[in-house]
């Protein structure tokens, strides 16, 4: 069975200075992985995804997440945190499209950003 | 149209009412989702429709109807909650049962008194 672990349930940073956010994740089968953000009492927003093509995935707002199959991680980074960046972040692991449809999701990454 | 649109974005009800949340989409999906999502926690999944069909029910309370009138349209009908129902409820879509990306609504904050 799929499973994600979110590393940490909270990170704060400097505006200014990178973000990582750290993801790992079990999967019997080809995992797509994605990494979604909520801002406080909004929906969620999907910032990138990975479906087995590049292992670098380049999402919205300068964020980006690398797919790691042996060290079984996706973790979500950006070079220059903003004020705006400041949500909850939620990585989700599902299997391949043979296998199930539902989305895993982590535990969550609160994301604090300092002036 | 790329946005999933949930109304109303918030909803106070007594334990005796019943209500109705609707989800709409106008992208061409035919899978679509209800969420339940407690602060501080990730969303739990509780319906799912496929081609307007009851997919799966995660062993949800039938104090919860869902329906899919059509295509479009998924409505969440409420019934004699309880004040521990009170959370935000997410609406999603996918283009089928796949793997590729929700669209997710922005939600109904639901306050049961």
């Known amino acids: 069975a799929q499973s994600v672990t979110q590393l940490d349930s909270h990170v704060s940073v400097s505006e200014g200075t990178p973000v990582l956010l750290r993801c790992n994740y079990s999967?019997?089968?080809?995992?797509?992985l994605f990494w979604y953000v909520q801002h406080p009492n909004k929906g969620l927003q999907l910032l990138l995804k990975?479906?087995?093509?590049?292992?670098l995935v380049k999402g919205i707002n300068g964020f980006e997440a690398e797919f790691k199959k042996s060290e079984t991680s996706f973790h979500l980074t950006k070079p220059s945190a903003h004020m705006s960046d400041a949500a909850e972040y939620f990585c989700?692991?599902?299997?391949?499209?043979?296998?199930?449809?539902?989305?895993?999701f982590g535990t969550g990454t609160r994301l604090k950003v300092l002036a | 149209d790329t946005e999933v649109t949930q109304t109303p974005k918030h909803l106070v009800m007594g334990m005796t009412n019943k209500k109705s949340l609707k989800c709409e989409q106008h992208?061409?999906?035919?899978?679509m989702y209800w969420y339940k999502q407690k602060a501080k926690k990730p969303p739990e999944l509780m319906f799912v429709?496929?081609?307007?069909?009851?997919?799966i029910n995660e062993s949800v309370p039938s104090r919860f109807s869902p329906e899919c009138p059509n295509s479009s349209l998924l409505n969440l009908h409420l019934h004699a909650l309880q004040p521990e129902d009170s959370a935000l409820y997410l609406c999603?879509?996918?283009?089928?049962?796949?793997?590729?990306?929700?669209?997710f609504g922005s939600g109904t904050r639901l306050t049961v008194v």
């Open positions: 999603a879509s996918s283009q089928t049962l796949s793997v590729y990306g929700y669209t």
């Open positions: 429709y496929s081609y307007e069909k009851l997919s």
């Open positions: 992208m061409g999906h035919r899978a």
């Open positions: 989700v692991v599902t299997e391949a499209p043979t296998g199930t449809y539902k989305y895993i």
């Open positions: 990975y479906t087995s093509a590049a292992t």
């Open positions: 999967s019997s089968y080809s995992p797509s």
